[in-house]
């Protein structure tokens, strides 16, 4: 099993609401990442955990607050959104190593698209 | 600040016509990752390359990596619509503890 799953796939909330993305991976995978991409645009990480640890955390607002549970599942909590929080949220997992962020494949789910009115 | 430049930012070819996309880096690259992505889509990992003169193949897709020029290059071989999409390369760059991805390289095959 090589998939990284996403719910919901599309989410419309709004500027009062609280909701939660989530993602879950079954690959064994320790390190696991959630990006954030505009239209036309790359994705921008926004937070590692590590061995259920945060690890780093890309001066991402307080509005959004990531979870993880355990090491298959991650979350990430909304509280308070703006408009231009509007994007699609992607969530990957890969092995991790001490001390490198990235050796390995990064395997990416489908992304939750998310609509803040 | 943009750390990974991908050119061209958009390709039209004809199915057959082999093509190359390229990725540079402003710092040293510690790897260089290659992704394809479809509209509104996730992230399909292509290949991954760590060593300066690296390179990979899989089915059409080569990648190498030119570690002196902290530059990668994507050469796709007779090219099928199959392989349109947005093709972004990842880095981790020395000196920062993140994930950099270029700009993407918009493909389109016509048949």
């Known amino acids: 099993d090589t998939e990284v799953t996403q719910t919901p796939k599309h989410l419309v909330m709004g500027m009062t609401n609280k909701k939660s993305l989530k993602c879950e991976q079954h690959?064994?995978?320790?390190?696991m990442y959630w990006y954030k991409q505009k239209a036309k645009k790359p994705p921008e990480l926004m937070f590692v955990y590590s061995y259920e640890k945060l690890s780093i955390n890309e001066s991402v607002p307080s509005r959004f607050s990531p979870e993880c549970p355990n090491s298959s599942l991650l979350n990430l909590h909304l509280h308070a959104l703006q408009p231009e929080d509007s994007a699609l949220y992607l969530c990957a997992s890969s092995q991790d190593s001490p001390g490198q962020l990235l050796t390995d494949t990064q395997y990416f789910g489908p992304g939750t698209r998310l609509t803040v009115l | 600040s943009q750390e990974l430049e991908q050119s061209p930012q958009s390709l039209i070819v004809q199915e057959g016509k082999n093509l190359t996309i390229n990725c540079t880096s402003s710092?040293?690259?510690?790897?260089l990752y290659w992704y394809k992505q479809k509209y509104g889509e996730g992230l399909i990992f292509l290949m991954m390359?760590?060593?300066?003169?690296e390179e990979k193949s899989h089915e059409k897709i080569t990648a190498k990596l030119d570690e002196k020029k902290q530059q990668s290059s994507l050469h796709i071989t007779a090219s099928q619509p199959s392989h349109a999409g947005i093709y972004l390369c990842g880095a981790e760059v020395t000196g920062a503890n993140n994930l950099f991805f270029g700009t993407g390289t918009r493909l389109t095959v016509i048949p």
């Open positions: 710092k040293t690259l510690y790897g």
């Open positions: 690959m064994g995978h320790r390190a």
């Open positions: 390359l760590q060593k300066g003169g």
